[in-house]
């Protein structure tokens, strides 16, 4: 069975650092991933997803990701961090066989620091 | 509409009564989602329709929970006899479904469930 571990349920940076929010997974067959990230009172929006093919994927607001499959892992980066970036960001893998639901972990909370 | 409507987006039941919440997906998406959100945890995946087939619903925590999708289109997520465990943020999500599990989800902004 897939899932979806966050290291870090809360990460603290000062603007203008390096952002990195962890994701490691558990599938037994390739895997979709998904980064979604959620602003305080609203729903989830996606950031960016890996299907196939590159391996560093890139997504809005200046985020990417790298999925190593050796590493079984899929880490969120940034490079500056801006104020605007604080909030709750989900890691999430879906398979391509079976169901396709999305399983999600458990959430980082980023915090900005002026 | 142009995204998952959820409605309503702020409840508060007394305990032992019955609710009703409402999602609305994305035209044409076939497949939907429910999720709820606990104070600190992650999402928890309750159920999910695929179009006609039966519906995945290996996540609802109880027989007090079920949900119902109609005409392929609109779902109702309802709760029965409703406990102060239940409180929670419950997220709707729809997507292309059809075995592309490559597509994402979409969300709506989620109904606050407050039990007292």
């Known amino acids: 069975a897939q899932s979806v571990t966050q290291l870090g349920s809360h990460v603290s940076v000062s603007e203008g650092a390096l952002v990195l929010l962890r994701c490691n997974y558990s599938?037994?067959?390739?895997?979709?991933l998904f980064w979604y990230v959620q602003y305080p009172n609203q729903g989830l929006q996606l950031l960016l997803k890996y299907t196939t093919g590159a391996t560093l994927v890139k997504g809005i607001n200046g985020f990417e990701a790298e999925f190593k499959k050796s590493e079984t892992s899929f880490h969120l980066t940034k490079p500056s961090a801006h104020m605007s970036d604080a909030a709750e960001y989900f890691c999430a893998v879906s398979v391509r066989s079976g169901t396709y639901k999305y399983i999600f972990g458990t959430g980082t909370r980023l915090k900005v620091l002026a | 509409g142009a995204g998952v409507s959820q409605s309503p987006s702020n409840k508060v039941t007394e305990k032992g009564k019955d609710v009703e919440l409402r999602c609305d997906p994305i035209?044409?998406?076939?497949?939907l989602y429910w999720y709820r959100q606990s104070l600190g945890q992650g999402l928890e995946f309750l159920i999910y329709?695929?179009?006609?087939?039966?519906?995945?619903k290996s996540g609802l925590p109880s027989d007090r929970f079920s949900a119902e999708r109609t005409g392929g289109s609109v779902s109702t997520l309802t709760i029965q006899r409703t406990q102060q465990e239940d409180s929670a943020v419950y997220l709707c999500a729809s997507s292309l479904g059809g075995g592309q599990g490559s597509t994402e989800a979409f969300f709506g902004q989620g109904t606050r469930l407050t039990v007292v």
């Open positions: 599938s037994s067959v390739p895997p979709y």
């Open positions: 329709f695929q179009g006609n087939s039966a519906p995945d």
């Open positions: 035209s044409g998406h076939t497949a």
